[in-house]
């Protein structure tokens, strides 16, 4: 369980390398997903209050100020008409797709960087890291069949 833990709340892994893990080990797939999405979801609040403390800490720093803002305003020159047309929900379907660099650590950094509502943006995490869970289960689970009914032909 702790290996299982330990990639549900690592930055490449999250819930892509904790459910396979743990499913390969003989877990129980409801038990796999609620614990794996369970330590997943804690991500956000941790990013959160790590990227106030060192912002915090560095905002006096002249270099850290020049580059931080440089990097907010290229990411809100380049986001800001998908954030203000999704606004959170967009945090949460960024979440939700199950591919790397798509987790709730790099959402949750970019609505950081956003200047997005802490709160909100973990409910949203939340809800993107639910759906990315049940993806992944199904195909950990079922394999890539789990999805066959997008390729099936309807004959009447």
Request: glycine share 8%; net charge positive.
């Amino acid at each position: 369980m702790l290996i299982g833990a330990v990639l549900a709340f690592a930055p490449i892994s999250e819930l892509r390398g904790a459910i396979p893990f743990l499913l390969a080990r003989g877990g129980n797939p409801i038990s796999v997903y609620l614990f794996s999405v369970c330590i997943n979801a804690l991500i956000s609040p941790f990013v959160f209050f790590f990227l106030n403390t060192l912002h915090r800490l560095l905002v006096h720093v002249p270099v850290y100020t020049r580059l931080f803002n440089a990097l907010v305003e290229r990411a809100r020159g380049k986001l800001e008409e998908k954030v203000e047309k999704y606004e959170y929900w967009g945090v949460s379907i960024f979440v939700a797709i199950p591919l790397p660099v798509t987790g709730a650590w790099t959402g949750t950094l970019g609505a950081w960087i956003l200047g997005l509502d802490p709160r909100r943006t973990f409910l949203h995490v939340i809800f993107g890291v639910c759906v990315a869970g049940i993806i992944v289960l199904l195909v950990s689970y079922f394999g890539i069949e789990a999805f066959s009914f997008f390729t099936k032909s309807i004959s009447y």
